[in-house]
């Protein structure tokens, strides 16, 4: 097992920038907007010869315990209890500030090896401003810049005497059974879930995995990055991703929230499964419809989450008044699994996991190109001859529209060919 790093500071050091640097990716957003990052951003690291899993976390702020700052620090917190060491920045460029000096205490309280570093130490200014971390008490400050990449090899130095060392992390594992011959898991499906801002995608997230590990509440677009939460459900592995609401392209006009729309974006196109969550007191509105029509044009599997059953009126959560409404609104996805749940109250969560999990095994079935030859060419001659009489002929037609009918298409040519 990797140790772990948690990454803390105020808002805007460059919390953010270090953890990009070290996991070699620009996973988390990154912007002059302080507050960026919202939720705990987990990644694996390298640093020389160093492995080490590492957390990105929310801007320390004073505030009550409800607001959304406060609900931030709470996952920072919660970040420091998981972590084996801890990296805790300033910004040397604008030196030792009151904040500093209260959240500094929170980290020794913590009892867990901790290190200052001064980031934007590059020039003059930087440089005295790396002084002033002295005052902290936590030992002698490292200078580095996290956007240039200087200051690494004593990072690397701090680094390696916190976390311990790989034959203590090998005897750890073998007393936990680490090593222990295991069945074999199956392959880990990669589910987004997408869908308008405040649909109650984290809530649902948080519901699925028992715990609250991303940032909830009711102001819409809390969540700013895709963040990537592993769990198991009944001995399955999935990978499952929190992604920003998306609006409509006219009204995104900020450069952090086109941001978190191309982090959405991104999550859909490397997802096998995404799921589509609507609100059910206001289901498939315009915005509902792009988004589905998107990821069938990306070719990903679709499942629709009809979320806020307890507040919708009751009609809009029979199984067949959403078939019916489903097929009428998304003719190019015919027949996708539409399940109505609550997020909130934990409702309908195992038929979406088993919808997930049926619409997987569907779309990644594999057809030989025999089969596929076979129908082509069973198509080919009936038409020249009058006629191809398939039930499914026009699948064959949709194939050339869209990736999605193509896969359709496929599947008709296994069923015609057989």
């Known amino acids: 097992m990797l140790p772990t790093v948690a990454i803390v500071g105020r808002p805007n050091v460059g919390k953010s920038t270090l953890f990009n640097r070290l996991v070699g990716q620009r996973l988390a957003l990154v912007d002059d907007t302080p507050g960026v990052t919202r939720d705990r951003r987990e990644g694996d690291a390298k640093l020389g010869d160093l492995r080490f899993r590492i957390f990105d976390t929310a801007g320390f702020e004073e505030a009550g315990a409800e607001s959304l700052a406060g609900r931030m620090r709470a996952q920072t917190e919660s970040a420091i209890a998981d972590a084996d060491a801890i990296l805790f920045l300033i910004d040397a460029r604008a030196g030792l500030l009151p904040d500093d000096k209260v959240f500094a205490q929170i980290v020794r309280k913590s009892g867990k090896p901790a290190a200052v570093i001064a980031n934007k130490s590059e020039g003059k200014l930087g440089a005295a401003g790396a002084l002033e971390a002295y005052a902290l008490g936590l030992g002698d400050p490292i200078s580095i810049s996290a956007e240039h990449g200087e200051g690494l090899s004593e990072l ?214 025999s089969i596929i030859n076979r ?13 191809f009489r398939c039930p499914h002929q026009a699948a064959l037609h949709d194939a050339s529209q869209s990736a999605p009918a193509e896969l359709r298409a496929v599947r008709h040519a296994h069923r015609c060919a057989a």
């Open 156 to 369: 690397y130095d701090a680094l390696r005497e916190m976390l311990p060392e790989e034959e203590e992390r090998e005897e750890d594992d073998e007393a936990d059974g680490a090593h222990e011959e295991t069945p074999k898991a199956p392959d880990t499906i990669r589910v987004a879930v997408v869908g308008r801002p405040n649909a109650g995608k984290s809530t649902l997230i948080n519901k699925l995995i028992g715990e609250d590990r991303l940032v909830t509440g009711p102001e819409p677009g809390i969540t700013r990055d895709s963040i990537e939460v592993p769990f198991e459900y009944f001995g399955h592995k999935f990978e499952i991703l929190d992604t920003a609401g998306m609006r409509k392209r006219a009204k995104v006009q900020e450069k952090l929230e086109k941001l978190s729309v191309g982090d959405s974006l991104r999550s859909i196109r490397f997802a096998d499964v995404v799921v589509l969550l609507m609100d059910a007191t206001k289901p498939f509105e315009e915005q509902d419809l792009r988004i589905a029509d998107l990821v069938m044009r990306e070719g990903r599997a679709l499942v629709i989450g009809m979320n806020k059953r307890d507040l919708a009126a009751p009609e809009m959560t029979m199984g067949k008044t959403l078939r019916e409404e489903a097929d009428h609104w998304l003719p190019q996805a015919k027949g996708m699994p539409i399940i109505a749940l609550s997020g909130m109250h934990g409702d309908g969560l195992d038929k979406l996991m088993k919808a997930v999990m049926d619409t997987y095994q569907v779309w990644n079935k594999r057809v030989s190109t």
């Open 375 to 387: 129908f082509l060419e069973r198509a080919r001659t009936e038409s020249a001859a009058g006629g």
